[in-house]
């Protein structure tokens, strides 16, 4: 089992361990309750369009690859992306899964393939990524990576977003990087800024820091987590690497992340707490 699937795995048991019963989901009258343990209340819900708001659609997808049975995730994505848990009150939040985006490159420093990390999961703006519980890492030997969020609205400006956060990576010694330690040697973290509504991530490719001769750590990996889930291995720096790097193709590692939810102004529609099934 490759190691994003085992963390799937992992990661849904233990969900599932810590939900509630079922029957404590508020959902709307005749929809499905839950998930592979887990819990759907409205406005998430599977299934007829009554069961949801718009924004708020989960599947319930078979998981063979990941030992059988069924796991929720987000509907009207670019690619699948696993749901951990969904929440209400107090804190209404969704807890999901995300590729890792990354570059590589050859012994002369020439980009072989990249994936920036940009999946569509947002498309009717329900959701804001949690600038709180969070957070920026960057692995890699000789790299500058950042995120960007909120987009200037008229007015001249150098800059077309309000907020810019990264960090630099670097180092020319196979033994610098330490297990443990992320203060920018073959690791860096950093706070993200508000009002994120995608995890795209920006990287500056061979032009500007150069990779040549940097065969002991030919990737540089990006990805939003939330703050408490990863610990900085060395071995990250080269065991992710895709087995053909002359051909693009994504990492076969996810990350947890953490989703504020809202119904905003462009969702349409109202219901009542009498209309749920509470």
């Known amino acids: 089992m490759s190691p994003s699937l085992l963390l799937l795995v992992l990661l849904l048991a233990a969900t599932a361990a810590a939900s509630t019963d079922d029957s404590s989901v508020s959902v709307m009258p005749g929809c499905q309750r839950s998930c592979g343990g887990v819990g759907i209340p409205y406005p998430f819900g599977i299934g007829d369009e009554a069961c949801f708001r718009q ?128 203060a920018g040697l073959g690791c860096c973290h950093v706070d993200i800024p508000p009002g994120l509504t995608d995890t795209t991530i920006s990287m500056f490719g061979d032009g500007y820091w150069s990779h040549a001769d940097q065969e002991f750590c030919p990737c540089d990996y990006a990805f939003i987590v939330e703050k408490g889930s990863y610990n900085f291995s060395a071995s990250d720096l080269t065991t992710h690497v895709p087995s053909n790097q002359t051909t693009p193709q994504r990492v076969d590692w996810s990350m947890p992340l953490r989703l504020d939810w809202a119904i905003r102004d462009s969702d349409s529609g109202s219901i009542s707490c009498a209309q749920a099934d509470i």
């Open 55 to 182: 924004g708020f659609e989960i599947r319930c997808m078979n998981n063979g690859s990941a030992g059988g049975g069924e796991i929720p995730v987000l509907a009207r994505t670019n690619q699948t992306i696993p749901v951990l848990s969904l929440s209400v009150a107090p804190l209404p939040e969704a807890r999901v899964l995300l590729p890792v985006a990354w570059q590589c490159f050859n012994s002369t420093g020439g980009r072989t393939g990249f994936y920036p990390g940009n999946v569509n999961f947002n498309e009717a703006g329900v959701y804001r990524i949690s600038n709180i519980y969070n957070e920026l890492y960057v692995l890699g030997c000789n790299t500058l990576i950042y995120v960007k969020g909120v987009k200037n609205q008229g007015g001249a400006s150098r800059f077309n977003y309000k907020f810019y956060s990264g960090c630099v990576s670097v180092t020319n010694d196979t033994d610098d990087p330490q297990d443990g330690a992320c």
